[in-house]
């Protein structure tokens, strides 16, 4: 099956769907048996879509389950209430006290501050590092190193790692690599290819693609898929059927919004870059961010968000331009369906193993669904705002 085929039809099965085309909500905690030998055998397949127990999950969560664990390519799929849930249940899932973690420099910073948080309080110790380090990731390697995280391309810095030399070197010495593959969704790369144990994603973002539901999936290979599933379950992770079946019907248009988003994205790019603000973009596709070698090589395609670094700028012209914009809404998160624009500030304090030149102001752009031209126009004033705070 070709990718745009596999995102239409995966997971819909007829045992979970009984024909309808979506599979529909369906609620449980308790589910009652017949018979001990019912309840043996369901006991028994409890992990392979078979109805046990409410926190197992439904068809609901089965379809969906099986659709995510196929585009990425693992074994599994296990489903928690937000992206950052899924970075922890990892993250706990794999280390314990005395264990040591190297995690990308360019992560999202609440996977740092997890790290700085609650993994310290645990005795698990964090070596942050160059996500563009590549080969050199072997000198960090401790006989108690057990994860390598990655995160590519990175939050905000959009450096792209490359992923399999990282891979390699980390399974010489046995550590289990994890992938916030969020940016790329399950459609714009294959981790499992690259050597990744575990891929993890905000479906929040382009899977869910409609801003209004928290959803996050890690996926994992047969050899991290039991201790991954056993772990979270441990931990209690469930989610509620109502945002699975959304998150599973904003599935079905996920390659044709990411095309039209990637499009949109880089049309808005491209005028970006001859802007006389523009100092460059960090925009995968561009030769000007960091790793854009390994974007040409490990993904298939783009999407719409990348960041823009401009010349010179203040917080007063900044916010001139970002206070007023028509389309381009202020706001975290991004994925959906529409525009969003963030003016960053603080980026050094937030990279420890690189060093971030914080007299540059740093734009991050979520180019949506509308027309290219009117976001065009609706940055352009936004420039002339910012220009006309930077005369006063
Ligand atoms: C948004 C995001 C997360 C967290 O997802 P939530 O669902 O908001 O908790 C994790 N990683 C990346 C790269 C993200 O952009």
Redesign the pocket.
Same mark, same amino acid.
Not at 82 to 85: F, H, I, P, R
């Given at each position: 099956m070709k990718q745009d085929t596999k995102i239409v039809s995966l997971g819909r099965d007829k045992k979970w769907t009984k024909g309808v085309i979506n599979p529909p909500v369906f609620r449980a905690s308790t589910v009652v048996f017949e018979t001990m030998d019912d309840m043996r055998h369901a006991a028994k397949h409890k992990t392979q879509g078979e109805m046990f127990y409410g926190r197992r999950g439904t068809p609901t969560h089965f379809a969906f389950q099986a659709a995510i664990a196929e585009l990425e390519g693992g074994v599994g799929t296990a489903l928690y209430p /937000?992206?950052?849930?899924a970075?922890s249940a990892c993250l706990l899932s794999f280390l314990k006290s005395g264990d040591h973690l190297l995690m990308v420099d360019s992560a999202?910073e609440? /996977?740092r501050d997890l790290c700085d948080k609650l993994l310290a309080g645990l005795g698990i110790e964090t070596t942050y590092y160059d996500p563009m380090i590549g080969a050199g990731i072997a000198a960090l390697i401790r006989p108690n190193t057990k994860v390598l995280f990655l995160?590519s391309p990175g939050?905000l810095t959009m450096e792209v790692q490359d992923v399999p030399t990282l891979c390699r070197i980390a399974h010489e010495q046995e550590l289990v690599v994890m992938l916030?593959n969020?940016?790329a969704s399950p459609i714009n790369c294959r981790p499992f290819d690259m050597g990744v144990d575990i891929s993890i994603q905000?479906a929040?973002?382009y899977i869910v693609g409609h801003s209004d539901v928290?959803?996050?999936t890690a996926t994992a290979n047969a050899r991290c898929w039991d201790q991954l599933r056993e772990n979270s379950y441990l931990m209690g992770q469930t989610t509620s059927p109502d945002d699975v079946y959304l998150a599973a019907r904003g599935l079905r248009t996920l390659g044709v919004r990411m095309a039209q988003h990637q499009k949109n994205a880089l049309k808005v790019a491209n005028w970006l870059q001859g802007r006389p603000e523009v100092d460059h973009l960090r925009h995968p596709a561009f030769a000007t961010c960091p790793g854009h070698e390994f974007f040409k090589r490990d993904f298939s395609a783009a999407n719409g968000l990348f960041s823009v670094v401009l010349k010179h700028g203040d917080l007063d012209a900044i916010t001139a331009m970002v206070e007023n914009m028509q389309h381009f809404k202020m706001g975290f998160?991004w994925g959906g369906y529409e525009s969003l624009i963030l003016g960053v500030f603080g980026i050094e304090s937030i990279r420890t193993a690189t060093r971030w030149d914080k007299t540059k102001p740093l734009l991050r752009l979520h180019v949506g669904l509308e027309d290219a031209d009117d976001l065009i126009a609706d940055l352009e004033a936004g420039f002339a705002r910012f220009n006309a705070a930077l005369a006063r």
């Open positions: /937000s992206g950052a849930a970075i999202y609440p /996977s995160e939050s916030d969020t940016w905000a929040t973002k928290m959803l996050g998160s």
